[in-house]
């Protein structure tokens, strides 16, 4: 007698099951949805809240919903059984947090908080921020960019290709990268 496996982190991933008659029943209402959105007649964000202002009831909406468990579905399998996708995701993610990251050390003043009220002044902070932030990651790449010439120049050897695993001049960028932190104490200071 087979016993059923039990998955303690995974199956309260994928509970319930997809009701495909309702998709199917739908189908051309969604299609049409899309080709609406695709030929510019409605903005997807109209569509959405016209949808959302909807009872949860109504049976669009709920096939809506479950073609988006269908693709959240094919995602978690996919995450789940391939390493390759599940790289990409944490290196991507990692992008992301080490941005967060330099925003953090670059805002400066009352501890990283934005105390104005006023929607239109927070916009501003934050954008002003991002110029910042975009500014120093300019000028590292410059930077990086001219090190990796001067190695060059000295006579280091490069590589075949990047990306296939190798680091280029054996590990002097990432040298390079370490000393990012060298354009700005943290304080506005540059």
Request: aromatic share 8%.
């Amino acid at each position: 007698m087979a016993s059923r496996a039990k998955y303690d982190y995974l199956e309260p991933l994928f509970k319930g099951v997809i009701d495909w008659k309702l998709i199917e029943t739908h189908w051309r209402d969604l299609m049409r949805m899309v080709l609406s959105i695709k030929a510019g007649k409605v903005l997807p964000s109209t569509l959405l809240r016209k949808l959302n202002s909807y009872s949860k009831k109504n049976r669009l909406h709920q096939a809506l919903r479950e073609l988006g468990r269908v693709g959240r579905t094919i995602f978690l399998l996919r995450f789940v059984s391939e390493p390759a996708v599940r790289r990409q995701i944490t290196a991507c993610t990692n992008i992301v947090e080490t941005y967060h990251h330099l925003l953090d050390w670059l805002h400066f003043g009352k501890h990283g908080v934005i105390t104005e009220n006023d929607p239109d002044e927070q916009e501003k902070r934050l954008k002003s921020l991002d110029l910042v932030a975009s500014a120093v990651i300019f000028q590292n790449a410059v930077d990086m960019s001219l090190a990796v010439q001067q190695l060059s120049a000295e006579g280091y050897p490069r590589p075949g290709g990047v990306g296939d695993g190798e680091s280029l001049f054996g590990g002097a960028v990432e040298a390079v990268w370490r000393l990012r932190g060298g354009h700005g104490d943290g304080a506005g200071s540059f």
